[in-house]
Nanobody, 117 residues
Framework: VQLQASGGGLVQAGGSLRLSCAAP???????????MGWYRQAPGKQRELVAS???????NYADSVKGRFTISRDNSRKTVSLQMNSLKPNDTAVYYC?????????WGQGTQVTVSS
């Protein structure tokens, strides 16, 4: 699965950003067979799962973002988005779109999110 991420940028604490990820070259049925997710990696830290969503819309969130971030997917358009509200400085990281099916994982290019205090 080839993934193209967009969004990100610089925002003040308390602000919002929306990340989007598309798989335009992927057959719809293949996209739908993957759990889609967003990971992030801050400087000096390991990459961590932020949120994931199944084909049917069942979502899972890291405790640190529950109630602030919302993941969604549009299966017909082969896109997944991450709406980030009430951003905090420790949300600063490079965010990566991910597609997972069994042991197979595909990554989009990272997009920088910087939250200033």
């Amino acid at each position: 699965v080839q993934l193209q991420a967009s969004g990100g940028g610089l925002v003040q604490a308390g602000g919002s950003l929306r990340l989007s990820c598309a798989a335009p070259r992927t057959i719809t049925s293949v996209f739908n067979s993957h759990v889609m997710g967003w990971y992030r990696q801050a400087p000096g830290k390991q990459r961590e799962l932020v949120a994931s969503i199944t084909f049917s819309g069942s979502a899972n969130y890291a405790d640190s973002v529950k109630g602030r971030f919302t993941i969604s997917r549009d299966n017909s358009r082969k896109t997944v988005s991450l709406q980030m509200n009430s951003l905090k400085p420790n949300d600063t990281a490079v965010y990566y779109c991910n597609a997972k099916r069994e042991l197979e994982m595909s990554w989009g290019q990272g997009t920088q999110v910087t939250v200033s205090s």
